[in-house]
């Protein structure tokens, strides 16, 4: 069974810089055919999509997150991590960590997420 945690600080001061860690077990984040991607939810709106990490390490972002967003890997601990700059309180979230096929189509879609983490609440606020 494929299982994912997230990790990471609750609170986070206006214009610094979100660090959260997925640890993944039950599959390597470097075997084929997975993309690894990071969800969040603000309260009261719908689910929107961050970005990915591949199976080989390329990473993709959606174009409103991209200059603020990077998404590595340590595949020694089988984790991924995802750092968000300059954050405002508009980036109060709950944050997902997720996995989906690399052949779906769909891949920005929460819906094509196979297995979740249980998610992390992280609130933005001096």
């Known amino acids: 069974q494929v299982q994912l945690r997230e990790s990471g600080p609750g609170l986070v001061k206006p214009s610094h810089t979100l660090s959260l860690t997925c640890t993944v077990s039950?599959?390597?984040?470097?075997?084929?055919?997975?993309?690894w991607s990071w969800i969040r939810q603000p309260p009261g709106k719908g689910l929107e999509w961050i970005g990915y990490i591949s199976y080989s390490g390329t990473t993709y972002y959606t174009p409103s997150l991209k200059s603020r967003t990077s998404i590595s890997r340590d595949t020694s601990k089988n984790q991924i991590t995802l750092q968000l700059s300059s954050v405002t309180p508009e980036d109060t979230a709950v944050y997902y960590c997720?996995?989906?096929?690399?052949?779906?189509?769909?891949?920005?879609?929460?819906?094509?997420?196979?297995?979740w983490g249980q998610g992390t609440q992280v609130t933005v606020s001096s």
């Open positions: 039950g599959d390597s984040i470097t075997a084929g055919n997975y993309y």
């Open positions: 997720a996995r989906v096929w690399s052949g779906s189509y769909t891949f920005t879609d929460a819906a094509s997420h196979d297995f």
